[in-house]
C-alpha cells in the first residue's frame, strides 16, 4: 500500500503551487541587485513575493527579511548585545543562544507552538525588553498576526507550509535596530546580505498564499477532527498511553505521545518499515539519540521522555490514513506486550 506521510512539523511535502512559482523562476535571469532589465525583473519578483508573506503574517513588507530559514533568522540572538533569555521549551534553533550577560537591552525568546507537542503559548502580557517569537510551527494552522501578537521579532522557515527547504524570514518590527545576520552587499535592508534565493522566495511566497487560502476553508479543523480520531483509537488500543498536552491550547495537527517502555525511535522505525513515516520525542543530532528536552522541561522524566511519538497530520491527510496508522500501531503495540511480558 502507498506510505502515509504523518510528519508535517517536520516538514510539510512541497505544494504544487510552489513547485509551479519556482519553476517558474528558474526562467529569471538576473540577480535582484542589478540594475538592467533582467535584475529588475528579478527584484521585482522578490519584492512582490516579500508582500505577499507578509500579509500572511500580518506585518508590513518592509518588516520582511528573507532569510535561509528559521534557524538562520534565530542567529539574530547570537549576536544580540544583551542577555537573551529563551523559553525552557523553546527549539534548539533559540534554546542555543541563551545567556545571562551581555550589555543593552535584554531580549526574550520563544516558541509560539511547540514543534514536538503542539502546545501553544500566549507570549507575556507584561515584559521588559524585546520579544522575539518563533511561529514557524503556527503560521497557517492557527490564527496569527505580527501586527497585534506583542512580538518585536519573528522567525519562521517556508518548508513548514509547503514551500521550499533553505528559505524563511525574519521579521523585525519598523523602526527596531537588530544587528545585521550578514554583511557585505547590504541586500535585505542591510540586515542579511548575499543574492536572495529568488527561486526560493517564489516558492515562499506561492506556498504562504496557499497556506492562508487553506485555514480561511476551514482546512485545519478537518485536520483536527481526523488528530483526535487518531488519539481516540489509540486510547482503545493502548490504556497506559499519555497524551502530552491533551488538556491545553495546541495545534490542530499534532499528538504527541507517550507509551511507557516502548521506546519512541523503536516505535518510528517499526511504523517507518510498515510505511508510514512519523517522528519520536526524541532529538537526533549527529546520529545520537536523547531524550527530548522539551518533555523533561515539561515535567516528565528521561525514561518517559525517550518513549515519546510525534504525529502530525496536514491537509493531504485523510481518514483511511489515521484509521490504518491505529490499527497498525495498535498491531505492533501488541507485539510489543507480548514481548516484554
Same mark, same amino acid.
Given at each position: 500500500?502507498?506510505?502515509?506521510?504523518?510528519?508535517?512539523?517536520?516538514?510539510?511535502?512541497?505544494?504544487?503551487? /510552489?513547485?509551479? %512559482? &519556482?519553476?517558474? *523562476?528558474?526562467?529569471?535571469? @538576473?540577480?535582484?541587485?542589478?540594475?538592467? =532589465? #533582467?535584475?529588475?525583473?528579478?527584484?521585482?519578483?522578490?519584492?512582490?513575493?516579500?508582500?505577499?508573506?507578509?500579509?500572511?503574517?500580518?506585518?508590513?513588507?518592509?518588516?520582511?527579511?528573507?532569510?535561509?530559514?528559521?534557524?538562520?533568522?534565530?542567529?539574530?540572538?547570537?549576536?544580540?548585545?544583551?542577555?537573551?533569555?529563551?523559553?525552557?521549551?523553546?527549539?534548539?534553533?533559540?534554546?542555543?543562544?541563551?545567556?545571562?550577560?551581555?550589555?543593552?537591552? /535584554?531580549?526574550? %525568546? &520563544?516558541?509560539? *507552538?511547540?514543534?514536538?507537542? @503542539?502546545?501553544?503559548?500566549?507570549?507575556? =502580557? #507584561?515584559?521588559?525588553?524585546?520579544?522575539?517569537?518563533?511561529?514557524?510551527?503556527?503560521?497557517?494552522?492557527?490564527?496569527?498576526?505580527?501586527?497585534?501578537?506583542?512580538?518585536?521579532?519573528?522567525?519562521?522557515?517556508?518548508?513548514?507550509?509547503?514551500?521550499?527547504?533553505?528559505?524563511?524570514?525574519?521579521?523585525?518590527?519598523?523602526?527596531?535596530?537588530?544587528?545585521?545576520?550578514?554583511?557585505?552587499?547590504?541586500?535585505?535592508?542591510?540586515?542579511?546580505?548575499?543574492?536572495?534565493?529568488?527561486?526560493?522566495?517564489?516558492?515562499?511566497?506561492?506556498?504562504?498564499?496557499?497556506?492562508?487560502?487553506?485555514?480561511?476553508?476551514?482546512?485545519?479543523?478537518?485536520?483536527?477532527?481526523?488528530?483526535?480520531?487518531?488519539?481516540?483509537?489509540?486510547?482503545?488500543?493502548?490504556?497506559?498511553?499519555?497524551?502530552?498536552?491533551?488538556?491545553?491550547?495546541?495545534?490542530?495537527?499534532?499528538?504527541?505521545?507517550?507509551?511507557?517502555?516502548?521506546?519512541?525511535?523503536?516505535?518510528?522505525?517499526?511504523?517507518?518499515?510498515?510505511?508510514?513515516?512519523?517522528?519520536?520525542?526524541?532529538?537526533?543530532?549527529?546520529?545520537?539519540?536523547?531524550?527530548?528536552?522539551?518533555?523533561?522541561?515539561?515535567?516528565?522524566?528521561?525514561?518517559?521522555?525517550?518513549?515519546?511519538?510525534?504525529?502530525?497530520?496536514?491537509?493531504?491527510?485523510?481518514?483511511?490514513?489515521?484509521?490504518?496508522?491505529?490499527?497498525?500501531?495498535?498491531?505492533?503495540?501488541?507485539?510489543?506486550?507480548?514481548?516484554?511480558?
Amino acid at each position: 500500500m502507498a506510505r502515509v506521510y504523518l510528519d508535517y512539523n517536520a516538514t510539510a511535502p512541497l505544494r504544487p503551487e /510552489a513547485r509551479a %512559482a &519556482m519553476i517558474e *523562476a528558474m526562467d529569471l535571469a @538576473g540577480n535582484p541587485s542589478s540594475v538592467h =532589465a #533582467e535584475g529588475r525583473a528579478a527584484r521585482g519578483l522578490v519584492e512582490r513575493a516579500r508582500a505577499r508573506v507578509a500579509a500572511a503574517v500580518g506585518a508590513k513588507p518592509q518588516e520582511v527579511v528573507f532569510t535561509a530559514g528559521a534557524t538562520e533568522a534565530a542567529s539574530v540572538l547570537a549576536r544580540w548585545p544583551g542577555p537573551v533569555r529563551v523559553q525552557d521549551t523553546a527549539h534548539d534553533a533559540l534554546w542555543s543562544h541563551r545567556r545571562e550577560t551581555g550589555e543593552g537591552t /535584554a531580549i526574550l %525568546a &520563544m516558541g509560539l *507552538a511547540n514543534s514536538e507537542t @503542539g502546545i501553544l503559548t500566549e507570549p507575556p =502580557a #507584561e515584559r521588559e525588553g524585546v520579544l522575539l517569537l518563533d511561529i514557524t510551527q503556527a503560521v497557517g494552522r492557527v490564527s496569527f498576526s505580527f501586527a497585534w501578537s506583542g512580538a518585536d521579532i519573528c522567525v519562521m522557515s517556508a518548508h513548514k507550509l509547503g514551500g521550499p527547504k533553505g528559505v524563511g524570514a525574519l521579521i523585525v518590527r519598523e523602526g527596531l535596530e537588530i544587528p545585521a545576520l550578514s554583511l557585505g552587499g547590504g541586500q535585505e535592508m542591510g540586515r542579511r546580505s548575499g543574492t536572495e534565493n529568488v527561486i526560493g522566495i517564489a516558492g515562499f511566497a506561492a506556498a504562504a498564499d496557499a497556506a492562508m487560502r487553506d485555514q480561511e476553508a476551514g482546512t485545519w479543523t478537518r485536520v483536527e477532527e481526523l488528530r483526535n480520531i487518531l488519539e481516540s483509537c489509540l486510547v482503545d488500543s493502548a490504556q497506559e498511553t499519555i497524551f502530552v498536552g491533551k488538556s491545553d491550547r495546541r495545534l490542530p495537527n499534532t499528538a504527541c505521545f507517550i507509551t511507557p517502555g516502548w521506546k519512541g525511535e523503536t516505535q518510528v522505525m517499526a511504523m517507518d518499515l510498515a510505511g508510514f513515516a512519523v517522528s519520536s520525542g526524541s532529538a537526533c543530532s549527529s546520529g545520537k539519540v536523547r531524550a527530548s528536552r522539551v518533555l523533561q522541561a515539561m515535567g516528565f522524566d528521561a525514561d518517559h521522555a525517550a518513549c515519546a511519538v510525534r504525529v502530525s497530520l496536514g491537509p493531504a491527510t485523510t481518514e483511511d490514513d489515521v484509521t490504518r496508522f491505529a490499527k497498525t500501531w495498535a498491531g505492533l503495540h501488541e507485539k510489543h506486550r507480548a514481548r516484554v511480558a
